[in-house]
């Protein structure tokens, strides 16, 4: 997987400033204040810029850049604005600015004594992200230009036991394998954090790096392309994480279906891809009941019978984003070792068009026992989330429940990239995931549902339908996940359609996968379900 950069934290020391390589960054105060012991003619540099117009042009969190400072062997110094009182998100925004330019070099950050310098170390790592595994561009010297050489897809088992070579295909019908003399990536410099308390500092962004990992996983999950992300290689991913302390067991297709979810296995059962059911548990919080996360895995929408248009359908390899937030937020807690019981379940499905894939006008019958005509084979994600969210109930008896799905355009016709849409059977509950996600920066806006909506997917021939048509869809979509929530269980329901994959860059991550949810949940465990002491 993609690593977040190295990151060291040591005492101020600015003797040797001058003979430094690589990159600086300084942490300055709305006053202006500039460390002491600079050389006198870097001190002159920045006192000049620290009285243009373009600095008086920063904004909090934004920073000003001088090529080949004054009295520096540096190539580049840059002034980050952060005010003592800055809040977390400002904080975060400044060391974004400092990660969204890292090159091969080291660079070095003058914290002085700021106290939301974990703060900055965090939103560093999360916008030097870069995800570059099937670049194959060479550096000048003719050899890879670094990073990690991307994992040869394993071969895959089809439904008829035979191999799969799970290539890179080109437009002609023809195979290509995967890059194999390292990526194209520019590799990533060590950063190094100067400041007055560099132990606590260490301490304080701990927690940190274990929540930027697990950003980086989902992040990984949902930019990696279907024909190497299949059904298989997710699994196999999410048992690797058994080193961190996880629990993680993958139910087959026999078993599920021995277990009654007809209405997942119908979403997949025209992919050569087995479906299946993968459980992860965390147990770190005694005899508590757990939190349940679950997410949908479809790892390649074609729309199925109901195909979608051809522009854009490259970009359903992300619709597996919920199970990929719920895979980071546990990777997260492992490394964290949270004081919490959470249990994460993911339903892993490809819904393609075959011979035996489902037809619009199917019937068929969910683990709880509710049977559901299929309108549209291309609202599939409900069907998956339907029987998982029953399965969770009836196995782990959550003391609450989320489900994360990349579920419906209608979503984003209503709230666009910015915000996911949260509905819920619980004021009190929705709340905190509300305010879990605001305490992150993660936008999340509340939906209503309501009994009215229901007869928009009461169905003529079967208990219920699986959709309601164009109106209020996000809101069907939540009313017909809420027909398999216990009413005494407390639920919401996230649709991050709009914000897995954003069209443009956002203020922690390049443009691509943005780990949305990964922090709101983690926080979400830390502020409701976490033991204290």
């Known amino acids: 997987m993609t690593h977040p950069v190295e990151i060291s934290f040591t005492a101020t020391d600015v003797a040797g400033l001058a003979g430094r390589a690589g990159r600086i960054a300084i942490l300055v105060p709305k006053a ?33 850049e001088l090529a080949f400072p004054a009295g520096l062997k540096a190539e580049a110094l840059q002034l980050v604005l952060l005010p003592a009182d800055a809040d977390v998100a400002t904080a975060r925004a400044a060391g974004a600015s400092i990660g969204a330019k890292l090159g091969k070099a080291e660079t070095l950050v ?31 010297n003719g050899a890879a230009a670094g990073g990690e050489a991307p994992a040869e897809p394993a071969a895959t088992t089809s439904r008829t036991g035979a191999p799969e070579d799970a290539r890179l295909s080109d437009a002609a019908g023809g195979t290509e394998p995967t890059p194999d003399a390292g990526s194209g990536a520019t590799p990533r410099g060590r950063v190094i954090f100067m400041h007055k308390d560099p132990e606590a500092l260490a301490r304080a962004a701990a927690d940190g790096a274990a929540l930027a990992e697990g950003v980086f996983f989902t992040r990984d999950l949902v930019n990696e392309p279907a024909n190497v992300l299949t059904t298989g290689d997710f699994a196999d ?4 994480m058994r080193e961190l302390g996880l629990e993680v067991e993958v139910l087959e297709e026999d078993e599920l279906a ?22 992860m548990r965390w147990n ?21 019978i109901s195909i979608k248009p051809a522009a854009g359908m490259e970009e359903m390899t992300m619709d597996m984003g919920g199970a990929g937030v719920v895979a980071g937020v546990m990777r997260a807690l492992a490394l964290r070792r949270a004081r919490a019981n959470v249990v994460g379940l993911v339903g892993l499905v490809e819904n393609m068009p ?16 509710d049977t559901i005509e299929v309108i549209n084979t291309d609202a599939e994600g409900r069907l998956v989330l339907a029987d998982v969210l029953w399965y969770a109930q009836e196995r ?56 009215g909506y229901d007869k928009l997917i009461d169905s003529r021939l079967a208990d219920i339908k699986n959709t309601g048509g164009r109106p209020a869809g996000s809101i069907t979509a939540a009313q017909f996940l809420q027909r398999f929530v216990r009413e005494d269980v407390p639920w919401v329901h996230l649709d991050i359609a709009g914000v897995a994959l954003p069209p443009a860059e956002t203020a922690l991550a390049p443009k691509g996968a943005s780990g949305w949810g990964v922090m709101t949940l983690d926080r979400l465990v830390r502020d409701r379900f976490e033991k204290q002491g």
């Open 354 to 369: 075959d011979g035996r894939a489902q037809r619009p006008g199917d019937i068929v019958r969910s683990m709880k026992g």
């Open 258 to 279: 021995r277990q009654g979810m007809r209405a997942l296995l119908a979403v997949g059962q025209g992919s050569e891809s087995p479906s299946k059911v993968v459980v």
């Open 396 to 451: 782990f008896k959550p003391a609450a429940m989320v489900d994360l799905a990349t579920l419906t355009g209608a979503v984003i016709i209503a709230l666009g990239h910015e915000h996911a849409g949260v509905f819920s059977n619980d004021d009190a509950f929705a709340a905190a995931v509300l305010n879990a996600a605001k305490a992150e920066g993660e936008g999340a806006w509340r939906l209503p549902l309501g009994a």
């Open 237 to 240: 991913r999410l048992l690797a």
């Open 32 to 64: 202006g204040r500039l460390p002491a012991g600079l050389p006198r003619a870097t001190r002159e540099a920045l006192a000049r810029a620290v009285e243009s117009e373009a600095w008086k042009a920063v904004k909090p969190g934004k920073a000003l």
């Open 110 to 140: 003058l914290a002085g004594n700021h106290g939301r310098a974990a703060e900055v170390a965090l939103g560093l790592a999360l916008r030097a992200y870069d995800f570059s595994a099937y670049k194959t561009k060479k550096s000048d």
């Open 284 to 304: 770190g919080g005694g005899e508590a009941a757990p939190l349940a996360l679950v997410g949908k895995g479809v790892v390649f929408d074609t729309g199925g």
